[in-house]
C-alpha cells in the first residue's frame, strides 16, 4: 500500500471520528494529503485526458485546466474570464491578476486557440468563457470540483484542486530555464521572493554536480 493512501486512510478515519464526537471538522494540513503542490507536466495531459470523459462538458473542463496551466491563473481569475480578454485574431490573452497582482499579455498557442475556438462555438453569445448550462459563470466550488473529478479519473496518487495548475505553470517555466524576472510578470507577482520558490527547486540548478 502507497504512502499517499495510508495518509488518505488516516485522514479519513480522523474525519469520522470528529463527527463521531460532534467535534467541528478541522483542516488538515496540505502537507499530510500530499507531498507537492504543484503536477507535472504529464500529470496536467492526464488530467486534460480525463476531464474530456466525465461529465457532459468535458470540452470545457479539458479546457479551462488548459488555460489554467498555461497561464499560471487562479481559480478565480478562471471563473471570471471573459471573451472580451481574448482576441482569437491576434493570438493574446489580457490576463486581469487578482490579489494586487501585476495585468499583462499572453500569447496564446495552437492548442488553446483551437480549444478555445471549440468552446466557443459550444457556448455561443455568452460574455465569460467557461460557463454552465443555464450560461452562467462556473463557481469556484464547481471549478474545484471538476478538477477534482479529473484527478481521480486520472488516477493520480494525491487530490487536486486547480491553484495545483498555478504552481505547475511556474514550476515548467523555471524547469526550462526562464528567467526569474520573465516569470514573475507572466504570473502576476507583485513580489519576486513568490517567483523564487520556483527557480530554487529547478532542477537545472544541479545540472553538473556529478560526472558519471
Known sequence: MSASVVRLQDISTKRSRNQKENLPPRRIPNSQVRAREYLTSDEVSALMKAAKTTGRHGHRDATLILLGYRHGLRVSELIALRWDQIDLKLGLLYVSRLKNGT??????????????????????????????????????????????????????????????????????????????????????????THTARYTELAADRFNGFWRD
Open 103 to 192: 495585468p499583462s499579455n499572453h500569447p496564446i498557442r495552437g492548442p488553446e486557440l483551437r480549444a478555445l475556438r471549440s468552446l466557443k462555438r459550444q457556448y455561443p453569445e455568452t460574455p465569460y468563457v467557461f460557463v454552465t448550462e443555464r450560461k452562467g459563470p462556473l463557481t469556484a466550488s464547481t471549478a474545484r470540483k471538476l478538477v477534482a473529478r479529473a484527478g481521480r479519473e486520472a488516477k493520480l496518487p494525491f487530490p487536486v484542486h486547480p491553484h495545483m495548475l498555478r504552481h505547475a505553470c511556474g514550476y515548467k517555466l523555471a524547469n526550462d530555464g526562464h528567467d526569474t524576472r520573465a516569470i514573475q510578470h507572466y504570473l502576476g507577482h507583485k513580489n519576486i
